[in-house]
């Protein structure tokens, strides 16, 4: 049968016959195995029976590939005995078994192996047993009781237990792969955008920096034409004062700077200032002194 349709009453001449693993296979494709909640309250949880070898199981429901469990009352489960000097560490586990013989899901003690190390018991998980794991114990070596504190809950552990869920929901994978067709997407638009832009700016740039290096040079042309016209007139208005004062300097410029010289040498080189004492300018300097044949230092009131 290539279509499969369920589930629908049946008619005189067409029977629909239905089994329970085909509502079984409805759930179990829409729901999650796992622990049931109620207002955010998991159930079955186990706690030791402090003084004792038992654990008992809070009321709860849960859901294994799709076959529905239900506990309304505490159960006590009982463990075996451990050895002398090995330890043990035992599972409480919720147990599917679709054996015809079996047909049930209940809660059972899956007792470990005794070892200097021991380990948790592996689940069974195949086409006939599915098993979840409630919590595990260690149970000590030559002892009558189980500690509270050496229970470990497992309900919340989604490889061994965990909280039921819907199926129906998008795989995180198909996310991604929308979110990488998406971002590739954008990252060609936006990286071609840039690419774009990047092309019209060095354009841009290029056209701006060919536009100043012209008007430099025209510039430079210019002041280099104007700086060699002002150097040409400077140079000729020189040459014409030179020209005008070059026969006074050859005959008379000795004799000028004599005389400044012979007028100045006995003068006394006045620099002025307010006593704050008195209140009075005076003035100092050096000025020649022949009868000494040297200079002196002068320092009188004006």
């Given amino acids: 049968m290539a279509e499969i349709f369920k589930f629908f009453n049946s008619a005189p001449g067409d029977e629909r016959w239905h089994f329970a693993s085909d509502f079984a296979d409805y759930f179990g494709n829409v729901l999650s195995s796992g622990i049931l909640h109620v207002n955010n309250n998991p159930g079955l949880q186990v706690i030791v029976n402090t003084g004792t070898l038992q654990t008992i199981m809070a009321p709860g ?19 075996d005995l451990p050895e002398m000097n090995l330890d043990r560490i035992d599972r409480i586990v919720l147990r599917l078994d679709l054996r015809n013989a079996n047909r049930y ?48 809950d497992e309900r919340m ?56 290096t012209e008007e430099f040079s025209t510039w430079k042309d210019e002041e280099q034409t104007s700086f060699s016209s002002w150097l040409q007139s400077q140079k000729s208005l ?22 400044q010289i012979d007028e100045h040498k006995d003068a006394a080189m006045p620099h002025k200032f307010l006593d704050a004492t008195d209140y009075k300018n005076y003035r100092y300097g050096f000025k020649t002194n022949v009868a000494k044949d040297g200079l002196i230092f002068v320092y009188e009131e004006v």
């Fill in 61 to 79: 429901e849960a859901l294994i590939k799709g076959y529905s469990y239900a506990n309304t009352l505490p159960i006590t489960l009982t463990h």
């Fill in 238 to 259: 020189f040459d014409s004062w030179f020209a005008t004062i070059k026969d006074i300097l050859d005959t008379n410029a000795a004799g000028n700077l004599q005389q």
């Fill in 157 to 212: 552990k989604e490889d061994l237990c965990g909280i039921v869920y819907s199926l129906i929901s998008v795989p995180t994978s198909v996310f991604q792969q929308q979110w990488d067709y998406w971002f590739s997407a954008q990252k060609g638009y936006y990286v071609q955008e840039m690419i774009d832009w990047m092309n019209e700016q060095q354009t841009s740039f290029t056209t701006w920096k060919d536009g100043q």
């Fill in 105 to 152: 899901i209940r809660a059972f003690v899956k007792t470990g192996e005794s070892n200097v190390n021991p380990v948790a018991p592996t689940l069974q998980r195949d086409e006939n047993v599915f098993e979840l794991s409630l919590a595990q114990v260690f149970i000590k070596r030559n002892t009558a009781s189980l500690e509270p504190a050496k229970l470990i």
